[in-house]
């Protein structure tokens, strides 16, 4: 792994793991990399130099129907993979996080220069994640069953449920967790018998070609599994449209969320939705403040803030704020951005600079509204899209940045008098995606949890999630749980077979 700093893009292009650098301009239809029908490119850059690191194909609707018409086909009746053994589907599936983990330097490093984020995470955290999402959809096949069930006709009736895959899945996926967010989707999918139509975040496409090559190493019959890369309004709005896809899984924003559900009304699509938050972090004057401190900083600046559930809105009880707050604001003041390929760097760079110039523009839009910033705040150079970690003091939960989800390392810190406002405030918001409670009251902090509107509550900790654990939001964040045994009722369509026994 590289881990001198980083200057010029013919260093970056050299720096491209082999591998993926001839594929880079290329859909992945049918089991092949092809070229987009119209020619066209667009480039991924580099978030750390804001230097182009390669050109990716540009698919249109006609490139996606092509894909649909691909995954259509391999999911036909009688095809090689309608045929196979939900036991050699679990291989398949195994071997795919097997290969993930054979190039895991590689593919980290890939995911490092497309994202800006550190190195550090991308090697610990997010590849070997999103192997062990293979890893753990590897059992789910052979264990996919329905039910026989008892009707008012007793013994004349003999009447079960098959769990059927629902047929052509458009996954569409964000660029913050690129790989992870993929196996979030395709792990679940595959296992459940489905084809796949993916479209990566036009920002970060990279590992996803990637990953379309292990598919082939692993033995994944053509067609099963395809790439369009493109953008949004374009790649993304054909597949919405198109009626040969039968379920869109989708995680991004909440205005695009919207879209997707409004267009693919008019085919009647299945959607699963998961999208943003502003999850709050409830810190009682009781809990361990230094222990709640240090991973509050973690709940909001890992991945440059640049998550779904960051820990966003810290609630803090009056009692506790000064002990709390001393911690945080040292701690904070010290993160330093760095190089993402550096092994030491723990903050990367932001996604891009119209990126980076809306989550410094929510730090001025604080202050107007008459919080204060504690530290940080302000971008680092010139080069690369890196800021310095900030944190905002004097937040009203009513205040934008209360409320609106900035998507960078920005906390707002909110003081609270009782357990009754630090509820009321943390429900008072659109989101309902993740919420954290720090106390050493384990009663109050079950009863809390059954009162705050939220996907996923955790008790002194924050942030974790585990492939086995159903994920998703309440209210604006979405619905369907992805992960776990969730996922499998996401990605499968209930038959009931009814069979008449009189006579
Ligand atoms: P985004 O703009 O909503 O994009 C997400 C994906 O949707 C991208 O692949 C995007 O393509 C595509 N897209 C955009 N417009 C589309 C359209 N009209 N039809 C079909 N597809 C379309 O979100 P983002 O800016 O990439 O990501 C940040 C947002 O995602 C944040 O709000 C964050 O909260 C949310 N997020 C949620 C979760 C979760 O699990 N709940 C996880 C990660 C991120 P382009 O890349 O070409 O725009
Ligand atoms: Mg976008």
Redesign the pocket.
Known sequence: MSDAAVTSTDILIELLPQKAKPKAGKLFINGEFVDSLSGKTFATHNPATGDLLANIAEAGAADVDLAVRAARTAFEDGSPWRKMSPRDRARILWKLGELIRTNLEEIAELETLDTGKPIFESAKFDIPQAADCFEYYAGWPTKITGDTIPTTQGGDALVYTLREPIGVCGQ??????PLQ?LAWKVAPALACGNTIVL?????TPLTALRFAELTVEAGLPPGVFNVVT????TT??A??EHPGIDKIA???????GK??MRVASKTLKRVSL????KSPNIVLADADLETAAKYALGGIFFNQGEM?TAGSRIFIEERGYDEFMSVLRGRAAKMVAGDPLHPKTRLGALISEEHLNRVLSYVSIGKQEGATVATGGERIGTKGYFMKPAVLEGVTNSMRVAQE?I?GPVASVIKFADVEEAVREANNSQFG?AAAIWTRDIKKAHQIAKRVKAGTVWINTISTTDNGVPFG?YKS??FGRELGKAAIDLYTETKTVWVDLNG
Do not use: D, H, R, Y
């Open positions: 569409i996926i964000p660029w913050n967790f967010m479209k990566p975040a036009e920002q493109g953008f949004g309004p993304g709005a597949m919405v989708f995680t991004g924003s909440v205005e695009v879209e997707i998961e999208l943003g938050g779904c989800e998507f995606l939001g964040s979405g």
